[in-house]
């Protein structure tokens, strides 16, 4: 857009008219630009559970010692970037499976060294976790001697779990197999013996 402004000035000393003419350029904004910025955050999630819930090892004792083993299925998922850790304890401070004032020690083993299972005494095994490598056993639930392949590890007390697995991204239904084995001889006093196992499962 072009403006003209003109001035008229008087000589005093005649009657000569000059005019100047100032032309001026002003530029004209046509549009504008503002930016907004969405932001969304999308909490972390984890889930967990596992098989059953309980795992049966009812053991026929012999002289010598009988073993039953089984195993138990945790499953994981979360959307965390950074992954999650998994952690095995007992879900107090107590370690031994008991039948009221009888108890069946937890295995002095591990979970960097475990050892095979003694008479007496109950304990797990995590396969490819820290030194349990392939002590332990595989398929399906059994009765029989006490093997010498298979390590077991004792349960910790709640608050100072075994780190079972470890992941460093997200994770769909991922899953750790934890085997338990329960090793009795006839010495051993008859009775249901009892103990609740805590999996945790903690956002990284």
Do not use: E, H
Not at 107 to 133: A, K, M
């Amino acid at each position: 857009m072009i403006f003209l402004r003109s001035f008229k000035l008087r000589y005093m000393a005649g009657s000569l008219l000059v005019f100047f003419a100032i032309f001026s350029t002003t530029s004209v904004v046509s549009a504008l630009t503002a930016n907004t910025t969405i932001t969304s955050t999308v909490s972390k999630v984890i889930s967990l559970l596992t098989t059953s819930g309980s795992v049966n090892l009812d053991v026929v004792p012999t002289g010598a010692g009988a073993q039953t083993i089984a195993s138990d299925t945790v499953t994981v998922s979360t959307n965390d970037v950074s992954g999650y850790t998994l952690t095995l304890s007992s879900s107090t401070a107590s370690l031994p499976l008991t039948s009221g004032s009888n108890t069946i020690p937890a295995s002095s083993g591990t979970l960097g060294t475990p050892i095979v299972q003694t008479v007496n005494t109950w304990g797990y095994c995590v396969p490819s976790v820290g030194g349990f490598s392939t002590f332990c056993p595989s398929g399906n639930a059994s009765s029989a001697a006490i093997s010498g392949s298979y390590k077991f590890a004792g349960i910790k007390a709640s608050g100072s779990g075994d780190t079972i697995a470890n992941t460093n991204t997200t994770a769909s239904n991922a899953t750790t197999t934890v085997w338990y084995g329960v090793a009795a001889n006839t010495s051993q006093p008859s009775g249901t013996y009892t103990n609740t196992v805590t999996y945790t499962a903690t956002i990284n």
